[in-house]
Nanobody, 116 residues
Framework: QVRLVESGGGLVQAGGSLRLSCTAS????????IDWYRQAPGKQREGVATITIGGTINYPESVKGRFTISSDNAKNTVYLQMNSLKPEDTAVYYC??????????WGQGTQVTVSS
């Protein structure tokens, strides 16, 4: 079974930057697509970045130009570089994976707090 572990969250002022990491492990893991999501209190979970094994990358307009997703395949790790952070970016950020049998795996999440 696949395990995902996120790290890198913290408290920053508006305009600051953070880099999140998501590391995958488990004998059944085969990288095809990894997603980053976030969820703020009282809000629905929102996708913020996607990367595929073929190199396709997607962002929603809410983070486009500020967030960058990348991968280090040798380390089974995906990164999310977040720049020009805004208070509205405050949320718990989760790494997400779907395997070939459509089973979802989520990390435990890492808290990002952006102050005014």
């Amino acid at each position: 079974q696949v395990r995902l572990v996120e790290s890198g969250g913290g408290l920053v002022q508006a305009g600051g930057s953070l880099r999140l990491s998501c590391t995958a492990s488990g004998s059944t893991f085969r990288f095809n697509r990894i997603d980053w999501y976030r969820q703020a209190p009282g809000k629905q979970r929102e996708g913020v970045a996607t990367i595929t094994i073929g190199g396709t990358i997607n962002y929603p307009e809410s983070v486009k130009g500020r967030f960058t997703i990348s991968s280090d395949n040798a380390k089974n790790t995906v990164y999310l570089q977040m720049n020009s952070l805004k208070p509205e970016d405050t949320a718990v950020y989760y790494c997400h994976y779907i395997d070939g049998r459509f089973h979802n795996t989520w990390g435990q999440g890492t808290q990002v707090t952006v102050s005014s």
